[in-house]
Nanobody, 128 residues
Framework: QVQLVESGGGLVQAGGSLRLSCAAS????????MGWFRQAPGKEREFVAA????????NYTDSVKGRFTISRDNAKNTLYLQMNSLKPEDTAVYYC?????????????????????WGQGTQVTVSS
């Protein structure tokens, strides 16, 4: 059974930084892809970033390119999202997700319904 546990959320001023972590357990994740999604009140869950666990290739939504970095630590089985230059519009609950599928294009990993496993979410609030 795959378990994903997020941490690192909080309240930060605009322009500040946070690093989210997602501790993964229950499997060997070499054949997985993992992603970060976020959901603001009254809005649909949206894709933020994805990474192929084994080779580390990444994909980002346009609104976070140049500000956010997704990475993973194989030894710790932990996924990260470094968020810099945060904006009030980044305020949301952030979720990590995992899927045991290796697809040809990273663009497929933008779809929430592709993922089989989800964490409980961590709140990020950016004040102006």
């Amino acid at each position: 059974q795959v378990q994903l546990v997020e941490s690192g959320g909080g309240l930060v001023q605009a322009g500040g930084s946070l690093r989210l972590s997602c501790a993964a357990s229950g499997r060997t994740f070499s054949s997985y892809a993992m992603g970060w999604f976020r959901q603001a009140p009254g809005k649909e869950r949206e894709f933020v970033a994805a990474i192929r666990w084994s080779i580390g290739t990444t994909n980002y939504t346009d609104s976070v390119k140049g500000r956010f970095t997704i990475s993973r630590d194989n030894a710790k089985n932990t996924l990260y999202l470094q968020m810099n230059s945060l904006k009030p519009e980044d305020t949301a609950v952030y979720y990590c997700a995992a899927v045991p599928r290796v697809l040809n294009s990273l663009s497929y990993y933008t779809r929430p319904n592709l993922y089989d496993y989800w964490g409980q979410g961590t709140q990020v609030t950016v004040s102006s």
